[in-house]
């Protein structure tokens, strides 16, 4: 089973995707706001569509990354230390600025599965940072003379949603309490903040120096 990364690189792997997975952003909060305005089964299917949006970018990283090896393994080289350097400015950014979680409850009408679907599957889809984070952020993961690059960035592509499909429907699930607790709790995410730009931090240099050699 070629696909399949080292145990380190899987835990490694599993170990960010969890923390990014539990770091509120846009789908977060469109998940949450789903579940107070709407319910928790509405949000689910915010959930569905946003895993959605992460098949396509996976898809998008996975050819064309290995289309890039194939064409010039020097520029994949230069967009691995470039995923260094935009690693290390998401970690001073999570710094500088925080997490945000503002969420209003706000009385909608109720929408259909697709149109949640929807919602969710837009929001990732069309949000520059995740179409950034994940060109940088899976290539961390694959080296440029690994001959299945292609099938490992679609496993861990696949990872990442399996990992953070059941935090996302735990968050839904526990929205009422989660909202209004992460909101009088700023402590909690600033430690969040802090433990997300270690362990992006920890990431680049790893890579820089691994390139340096």
């Known amino acids: 089973m070629d696909f399949l990364p080292s145990l380190p ?3 490694g792997f599993a170990a960010a995707t969890l923390l990014l997975a539990a770091t509120p ?8 706001s789903r579940a107070l ?3 928790k089964y509405a949000a689910l299917f915010v959930v569905v ?8 970018h996976t898809m998008l990283v996975a050819f064309g ?13 230069i967009l691995k230390t470039g995923g260094a350097g935009y690693l290390l400015w998401l970690a001073v950014q999570a710094i500088r600025f925080g997490s945000k979680l503002t969420v209003a409850k706000v009385e909608e009408q109720k929408g259909t599965v697709l149109s949640n679907i929807s919602s969710g ?7 520059p940072k995740v179409i950034i984070f994940f060109m940088t952020f899976l290539p961390q993961f694959v080296s440029a003379g690994d001959p299945a690059v292609t099938q490992k960035l679609l496993f861990l592509g696949l990872c990442f949603i399996l990992i953070g499909m059941p ?4 968050v839904i699930f526990a929205a009422d309490w989660l909202a209004s607790w992460l909101q009088n709790n700023r402590k909690v995410l600033r430690g969040m903040d802090y433990t997300f730009a270690g362990v992006f931090s920890i990431f680049a240099a790893k890579i820089l120096l691994t390139q340096a050699r």
């Open 37 to 39: 305005a709407q319910g």
């Open 9 to 11: 690189t899987l835990l």
């Open 167 to 170: 935090v996302n429907a735990s």
């Open 25 to 32: 952003g846009p789908d977060m909060t469109l998940s949450i």
């Open 49 to 56: 569509g946003t895993s959605l949006g992460i098949v396509v």
């Open 65 to 77: 990354i290995s289309a890039l090896i194939t064409a010039s393994p020097s520029a994949f080289l």
């Open 121 to 127: 599957f837009w929001v990732n889809l069309l949000n």
